[in-house]
């Protein structure tokens, strides 16, 4: 069976939603080479079909809606070495797919429910319609492998109130429901049994009007519909404060400190500290680095930096060894390059952001 399924669902007034879902339910639909290049032309073929009015963006299983870029795939083309342009070829097409989805002209709805990480952000945040329900786990956890949140985090993390981006890409903290609508990363929180309610109400609109609009409409009547399944609570948004004062500091150094030299019982904290004590100190770096670099770049511009740096942190053991320590031999034991943040040296950290080619392979975009 494919690892996409796309079905064509006519609707009452003689037009056409498109369901494309992703149909890996073993992997937690993590996102391979394949499902990109099967996707893409079919989004581009929808974008100039005037018969397809919306576009429903899913996945097979509840557990996930998508938990990430298949990293382990990707670890084995680096380590066998046979096929060194992997990289750049894995990320140029995942980096296409979701500059499409973020410039489509027709309405996407990305139903966001379960564990929605890495590159399933990367899918979720171009959609023109974000849902999430009760059971969506959102988070950016790249530190923990030795990359840094790419497919568009660039972007969207330096767009979250204060720092919250800047805490979230060092600790890879969990996003739930109410805390991806205060920080922007979904517009609707809908009940997680109402997806079949939602597609019988897709194909019964009348789409003689403006799509986005129509669609708008439907989901704002099936979030009023789901105000007893959600919780209000935000432990994002309550510990705000906080997150404001521990990353209010002149060095990543002074920020290692203040982190390391915490004190608390409160469970939230407890894990931000547990990771980012944890994760890459070289990634540390790389993300707050990549987020200062990218505050003022367009959505094309931060796409392409993204890329040179994503192939640049393919050609260092940081990345390899990550997803080894983590999802290969899963010791969780990783050996670092530098074994501190303050040991990371800027001319090493300088050279994750050359370019390796003199014309970036999305110059085209």
Not at 41 to 57: E, G, M, N, Y
Not at 335 to 350: C, G, M, Q, Y
């Given at each position: ?319 390899p060894e990550g997803i080894r320590a983590l999802l290969i031999d ?36």
């Open positions: 069976m494919s690892c996409v399924l796309f079905n064509e669902h006519a609707t009452l007034d003689g037009n056409l939603v498109l369901e494309i879902s992703l149909n890996s339910e073993r992997s937690l639909n993590a996102l391979t080479l394949e499902m990109i290049q099967l996707i893409e032309p079919r989004l581009t073929a929808a974008a100039s079909d005037h018969r397809v009015k919306a576009i429903v963006l899913t996945s097979a299983g509840e557990k996930a809606f998508c938990a990430g870029g298949d990293v382990v795939g990707l670890y084995k083309y680096i380590t066998a070495g046979d096929q060194p342009d992997f990289p750049e070829q894995y990320f140029t097409s995942e980096y296409r797919l979701d500059y499409l989805i973020h410039t489509h002209p027709k309405p996407i709805i990305c139903w966001g429910s379960g564990i929605v990480m890495g590159g399933g952000m990367g899918l979720m945040n171009g959609c023109s319609h974000r849902i999430v329900t009760q059971t969506s786990h959102l988070a950016m956890p790249e530190v923990t492998i030795g990359l840094y949140p790419d497919v568009g985090g660039s972007f969207f993390l330096n767009r979250m109130p204060g720092r919250t981006g800047l805490f979230l890409g060092l600790t890879g903290n969990p996003i739930y429901a109410a805390d991806a609508l205060f920080l922007g990363l979904a517009d609707r929180f809908i009940d997680a049994n109402k997806f079949d309610v939602m597609m019988t109400r897709l194909l019964a609109n009348d789409w003689s009007g403006d799509a986005n609009i129509l669609v708008t409409k439907m989901l704002r009547e099936l979030e009023h519909e789901s105000v007893e399944s959600f919780r209000a609570d935000s432990p994002i948004q309550d510990h705000y404060e906080f997150i404001q004062c521990i990353t209010d500091q002149d060095s990543l150094a002074d920020l290692m400190q203040e982190m390391e030299e915490l004190e608390s019982e409160d469970p939230w904290i407890i894990r931000s500290k547990k990771a980012i004590t944890h994760g890459s100190p070289l990634s540390i770096h790389i993300i707050a680095e990549q987020l200062e670099r990218s505050r003022h770049l367009s959505l094309k511009e931060v796409f392409m930096a993204e890329l040179a740096l994503s192939v640049q942190c393919c050609n260092n053991r940081e990345l899963k010791d969780g034991n990783p050996d670092w390059t530098f074994k501190a943040v303050r040991d990371v040296d800027s001319d090493f950290l300088e050279t994750f952001f050359k370019s390796p080619w003199e014309e970036n392979p999305l110059t085209s975009l």
